[in-house]
């Protein structure tokens, strides 16, 4: 059973950095491509990045390109999704999910096209 696990989340000032985690409580994520979805308060979820089985390829949401990283080690069953150059707007529940198919074209698959979901993470932006 693919079960995700995110971790990571807090409170941190504008500016600042946050590194997100998603590993798998049960099977291995190594031939799933994953992605970082967040949700805030009235808001519809929404995709923020995702990144093939083998971490080849990588896509993001125009509002986080250049400030948000997302990487993977397989030998450690992990997915890492950092933040850098934190604004209030990314505030949000942060949630990573699994979709059963390894690849990832240029932009990121709708969150219907995922198969297995994590709990979320909070991440609060605030001075």
């Known amino acids: 059973q693919l079960q995700p696990v995110e971790s990571g989340g807090g409170l941190v000032q504008p500016g600042g950095s946050l590194r997100l985690s998603c590993t798998s409580s049960?099977?291995?994520?190594?031939?799933?491509?994953i992605g970082w979805f967040r949700q805030a308060p009235g808001k519809e979820r929404e995709g923020v990045s995702c990144i093939s089985s083998r971490g080849s390829s990588t896509a993001y949401a125009d509002s986080v390109k250049g400030r948000f990283t997302i990487s993977r080690d397989n030998a450690k069953n992990t997915i890492y999704l950092q933040m850098n150059s934190l604004k209030a707007e990314d505030t949000a529940v942060y949630y990573c999910?699994?979709?059963?198919?390894?690849?990832?074209?240029?932009?990121?698959?709708?969150?219907?096209?995922?198969?297995?979901w994590g709990q979320g993470t909070q991440v609060t932006v605030s001075s």
């Open positions: 999910a699994v979709r059963g198919s390894a690849v990832v074209g240029d932009r990121c698959p709708p969150v219907y096209e995922y198969d297995y």
């Open positions: 049960g099977s291995t994520f190594e031939y799933y491509s």
